[in-house]
């Protein structure tokens, strides 16, 4: 095998006195995370698709960074949250770009709706889109004060501001309602300062929605980097796909259109007041709106619809029509004067063209759905979005961002190495099998190079796995009351330190509230709740009470979540010593997407258990059980409250993809490693 010179450059970077040891003291040399970065210096030189898996400890954030950076090309890297892209760009980068002496410019980019609008903001300092709940006013007053002395205007700066606040849309422009190159803060404009600095770095860090929310050039700012880009590094790749379902597809909202007639009245009132009855034309488009609402009755569990036909599951047809019918005529109603119109200014021309857009995108949905399409309706208490979205991403990858062909029966890349970039995609779970394919296949990236990299920790004596027998039947009335009862007994035994994983937002509710009761108002415990507080915020909380001597007036805590909760939380050392999963996380088999991926598989013979369920909730338990070993040191225990994982032919699959832990097989050997925890502990 010849070894390249970026190859060289690579191990010597990683060597024990390397410039890595150099600058940082307490970097260890690793044989996997010297691998994994070989391979992406291989990829780069070569100029190939690479998929690793590198296991929890691994270090794959360096194994993938040093191998780019000193590759000289420019590089764009995606992370999976901006929480993650905050970090990264934050710490991850400049420590390791100080290490390795590379004078190299930075810049990160996030969408448009992470960015003040200084428009916006002017707008409702003036009143004209003034909230009324003192609350949002206060927030609101913040983010004027914070807009006078940001440089970057990106909200993530202001840690008191939940990116779920009302004040969030207020403050932030989206692509229909930016009035581009005619608003008076064109030159200041934050989200254009933004991709201008991203343009002429040599490293931007961006996460996966921006990379799919629009491809096209004008907007997104992404495609203008692909072209320039050597090396394009996609980490926490397992979200991929999911993410780029969301955003490949077409969606329509109740929100769009209501909000499209109150820009319309807005921009007629100053460009083509009396030339139309506008207030009427508007209010009429609301109404319609409005109607189609009330047509699709209450929301149902899960806020969602299947729509396989031309009306979603479970509404009555004729209604549904007649009311959508009736949409498109309001909406084209409005946009018959408007046409004529357009041309006495660049408002009502941007007003116009966004409505035919909705009009055209309001007709798609009229229509029936494309076989290789899944859609469904999202129904709130007051809103509706209408959804359409392909299977997966693998057309989109292979057409629209990789730019070649990758040939299945050789595994190799047949692309001119003269042109277009490296792509690394990674993540600690993307498969149980060799090839990967749980991840590989719907990606598109067939043909790929792929590469495993097992995790450095002692998972046999570090960790132990405890499936809890006789137990309720997951789903039963009294199985969130038990998973309650596990969790506090082993909480109380250690002081806290207990996070418990659901994988339904019921079972959260059900579960936290036998916890409290259990524990009562003044008990030795907190219970700290997802959605209670910004996740942030829970998680400081948590950390705090873990590292906390255990003095007689601290309090430990339990965090009950669910969800992002799952996956890219680090709580490392002795903060967290149990993990707790109240049952298999299978995919929801009532979610139209799960629907449409299972009728695709049984269509061409395969088995949609086998084939897909199974492996998405390997995947997702081998998330959740990654929370609990983030170190060399660390020690756990994680209980899976199902029996299935014991009693049932497939609990053994699901087994071997989590990590190689000691199976605790009665209450006596759980308890008793509780105990040891708990020294432990004490003895540090």
Request: with cysteine; proline share 5%; glycine share 8%.
């Amino acid at each position: 095998m010849v070894v390249s010179s970026l190859q060289n450059a690579v191990l010597a970077a990683f060597s024990p006195d390397g410039s890595l040891s150099v600058a940082e003291p307490g970097f260890r040399p690793r044989a996997g995370q010297t691998a994994m970065a070989s391979a992406v210096a291989e990829a780069i030189e070569n100029r190939e698709v690479l998929v690793v898996e590198a296991g929890t400890g691994v270090g794959k954030t360096y194994a993938y960074l040093v191998p780019a950076l000193l590759s000289g090309q420019r590089l764009l890297v995606s992370t999976a949250t901006k929480a993650l892209q905050d970090q990264l760009f934050a710490r991850d980068l400049p420590r390791l770009v100080g290490a390795l002496g590379l004078p190299l410019r930075m810049a990160r980019l996030k969408g448009r709706s992470s960015y003040l609008c200084l428009e916006r903001l002017e707008r409702v300092r003036q009143g004209k889109t003034a909230p009324q709940d003192p609350q949002v006013l206060r927030a609101v007053a913040a983010v004027e004060r914070w807009s006078k002395i940001t440089r970057t205007g990106d909200l993530g700066e202001l840690s008191a501001l939940d990116e779920r606040s009302p004040v969030v849309p207020l403050v932030t422009s989206t692509k229909d309602n930016c009035v581009g190159s005619d608003c008076a803060h064109w030159q200041d404009c934050h989200v254009n300062l933004a991709r201008q600095e991203a343009m002429q770095a040599d490293v931007v860090v961006i996460n996966h929605h921006l990379l799919f929310a629009d491809m096209d050039v004008r907007e997104s700012g992404v495609a203008q980097l692909l072209p320039s880009t050597g090396v394009v590094v996609i980490d926490e790749a397992h979200q991929l796909n999911d993410i780029g379902v969301q955003f490949a597809g077409e969606t329509l909202s109740s929100q769009q259109l209501i909000g499209y007639a109150r820009d319309v009245l807005r921009s007629t009132s100053v460009h083509a007041r009396g030339m139309a009855d506008w207030l009427v034309l508007c209010a009429t488009l609301e109404q319609a709106m409005r109607e189609l609402r009330l047509q699709a009755g209450k929301p149902p569990v899960g806020g969602r619809l299947p729509w396989q036909g031309v009306t979603p599951q479970g509404l009555d047809a004729q209604r549904w029509r007649a009311a959508l019918v009736h949409l498109g005529q309001s909406l084209r109603a409005l946009l018959t004067p408007l046409a004529v119109m357009e041309a006495m200014a660049a408002d009502l021309q941007r007003v116009y063209e966004r409505g035919a857009e909705l009009l055209t995108r309001l007709a798609r949905f009229a229509a029936a759905a494309d076989e290789d399409c899944v859609r469904w309706l999202e129904v709130g208490t007051q809103q509706l979005r209408m959804l359409e979205s392909p299977l997966s991403i693998a057309r989109i990858m292979r057409e629209r961002l990789l730019g070649r062909v990758l040939d299945e029966e050789n595994h190799s890349d047949q692309r001119n190495l003269d042109k277009g970039a490296s792509w690394i995609f990674t993540s600690a779970t993307l498969g149980r099998d060799a090839q990967l394919s749980w991840f590989v296949e719907p990606c598109g990236l067939r043909g790929a190079r792929v590469l495993k990299v097992d995790s450095p920790f002692d998972y046999p004596r570090q960790a132990g796995l405890y499936i809890p027998q006789p137990f309720a039947a997951a789903g039963s009335a009294q199985h969130s009351q038990q998973v309650a009862q596990l969790a506090l007994d082993g909480a109380q035994r250690l002081g806290g330190r207990t996070l418990v994983l659901t994988t339904t937002l019921k079972a959260l509710n059900s579960i936290s509230a036998a916890l409290r009761n259990g524990l009562g108002l003044f008990g030795e415990l907190e219970v700290l709740v997802q959605g209670e507080a910004p996740k942030l915020a829970l998680i400081q909380r948590f950390m705090a009470a873990g590292a906390a001597p255990q003095a007689p007036s601290a309090r430990g805590c339990i965090l009950v979540a669910s969800a992002t909760f799952w996956e890219g939380v680090d709580l490392p050392g002795d903060v967290l010593q149990l993990v707790v999963i109240d049952k298999l996380p299978f995919p929801p088999p009532d979610d139209p997407l799960v629907e449409a991926r299972s009728r695709q598989l049984q269509s061409v013979g395969r088995h949609a258990f086998q084939d897909y369920m199974l492996p998405e909730a390997a995947m997702a338990l081998k998330q959740g059980a990654g929370r609990l070993i983030r170190s060399e040191t660390d020690q756990g225990v994680l209980a899976v409250c199902d029996a299935r994982l014991a009693t049932m032919a497939y609990g053994a699959e699901l087994v071997a993809a989590l990590p190689p832990m000691q199976l605790l097989l009665s209450q006596g050997e759980f308890e008793a490693r509780l105990e040891a925890l708990a020294q432990r502990r004490d003895k540090a």
